[in-house]
C-alpha cells in the first residue's frame, strides 16, 4: 500500500553504536584467534571510525529536544560527500568495503570454519549473522551515494543522533551521555531510489491500488516509465463526492496535527467540536481516521472529561478500534456496526 515510504526504508541504514562495538569485538576476537588477513582489521578500523565520530563529546548538535539531539547534513557549510570522506568513505574505500564483505560471507559460509565455530570451542572464527547484515546493509547504501557519477547523491541525508534515556534528567551530564545511544544514519528521501533499480532488473511489475492516482506524478516519483497503465472512472458519481480541507476548529485554532500541537487541550478539543459538529449534519454514516493510537486514546479521553463524546454519540453510535485487536475481536467490530 505504502509503495513510497517501503523502497525510501529499504534504500536507507540506520546504525547503532552498540552495533558497531559488537562489530569491533568480533572482528578482534577473530584476528585474536587466526591472525589472518587484513579484511578484518579493515573492517574492524571502519567500526572504530564510525563509533569515535558519534560518540564523541565534543559533538555539537543543531536540532535539540528534552531525549533526542541531531545533526543533519548536507548543510550550507558542508556536503554530504565531505562528511563521509570524514568518516573514510570515498569511491576507493567503499569498493574496497564491497570485497571485505564477500570475504566476511564466504568465511561465514566456510563449512570448516562453520563447524569449528559450532563445536564447544568458545573461539570465534568469522562474523556473526547481525554484524554481516550490517555491512552489508551499509555497503549497499554507500553505493549509491559515493561514486563520483552519482544520480542518487542529492537523494540522500545523512544523521547524527544521540538518544537520551527518559527521566534522567536529574543525571549529570557524563552521566547522561554514557547513558545515551549514538546513530548514524543514511535516509534515503526518494522512493526512485531503490525502484527505478528494481525496475531494471525485473521483467514485469504490476502497481495496483484505488488510491495511486495521478499516475504520471506517481511514475516521476518513482523514477519509472510505465509501459502500460489504467485509470478507471470512481465507483461514486461527482455529484455525491466533496473534497475538502478543514484548516481550523470552532475556536479558530488551526488544525495541524503536528507533535508539538496534539498534546495541546485547544487542539483536542477543536478536533471534538469539528467531529461533533459534522455528526450533527451527516445524514448517515462517518469514518473518522487519525494518525495513531496514541493520539486515540489522547482524544478519547479528554473528550470524555469534556463531555465531548456525549455530544457526539447523541448523533451517532460509535465504534472504535483498539490497538492490538486480534482479527475475531475487529471481525466482532464489525458484525457489531452491521
Not at 25 to 53: F, P, Q
Not at 263 to 274: K, L, P, S, V
Not at 289 to 298: A, C, D, E, G, I
Request: aromatic share 8%; with cysteine.
Amino acid at each position: 500500500h505504502n509503495i513510497e515510504g517501503a523502497t525510501r526504508d529499504a534504500a536507507s541504514v540506520e546504525i547503532i553504536d552498540f552495533q558497531l562495538a559488537r562489530l569491533v569485538r568480533e572482528c578482534k576476537d577473530v584476528l585474536d584467534v587466526t591472525g589472518l588477513h587484513s579484511t578484518y582489521s579493515r573492517v574492524m578500523g571502519m567500526a572504530k571510525n564510525i563509533l569515535a565520530w558519534l560518540r564523541d563529546k565534543s559533538n555539537v548538535y543543531k536540532f535539540q529536544e528534552a531525549t533526542m539531539h541531531s545533526s543533519i547534513w548536507p548543510t550550507p557549510e558542508a556536503s554530504l560527500t565531505s562528511v563521509l570522506e570524514q568518516l573514510g568513505f570515498t569511491e576507493v574505500s567503499v569498493s574496497q568495503l564491497e570485497l571485505d564483505c564477500n570475504i566476511l560471507e564466504e568465511d561465514a559460509k566456510n563449512p570448516k570454519l562453520v563447524n569449528r565455530y559450532k563445536s564447544h570451542s568458545p573461539q570465534v572464527f568469522h562474523l556473526s549473522g547481525p554484524s554481516l547484515r550490517l555491512i552489508k546493509s551499509l555497503v549497499l547504501v554507500l553505493k549509491r551515494i559515493c561514486p563520483a557519477v552519482s544520480s542518487f547523491k542529492d537523494d540522500y541525508r545523512l544523521a547524527r543522533i544521540r538518544n537520551f534515556p527518559l527521566g534522567n534528567s536529574t543525571l549529570s551530564e557524563s552521566a547522561n551521555l554514557s547513558s545515551a545511544t549514538n546513530t548514524l544514519a543514511l535516509w534515503a528521501m526518494s522512493p526512485g531510489i531503490l525502484f527505478s533499480e528494481l525496475s531494471q532488473k525485473c521483467r514485469s511489475i504490476v502497481l495496483t491500488s484505488g488510491t495511486l492516482s495521478p499516475l504520471s506524478s506517481y511514475a516521476s516519483e518513482l523514477r519509472t516509465e510505465f509501459a502500460s497503465s489504467l485509470e478507471a472512472n470512481h465507483v461514486i458519481s461527482p455529484d455525491r463526492f466533496l473534497a475538502m480541507c478543514i484548516q481550523c476548529g470552532p475556536s479558530g485554532n488551526l488544525l495541524e496535527g503536528k507533535y508539538a500541537n496534539v498534546n495541546e487541550q485547544t487542539y483536542q478539543d477543536d478536533i471534538g467540536h469539528a467531529v461533533a459538529s459534522i455528526a450533527a449534519k451527516c445524514p448517515d454514516g462517518m469514518l473518522v481516521f487519525v494518525p495513531s493510537y496514541s493520539l486515540l486514546r489522547k482524544l478519547i479521553a479528554r473528550w470524555k472529561e469534556t463531555g465531548e463524546m456525549d455530544s457526539i454519540s447523541r448523533h451517532k453510535k460509535m465504534f472504535i478500534e483498539s490497538q492490538g485487536d486480534s482479527n475475531y475481536s475487529f471481525a466482532r467490530l464489525l458484525a457489531q456496526y452491521k
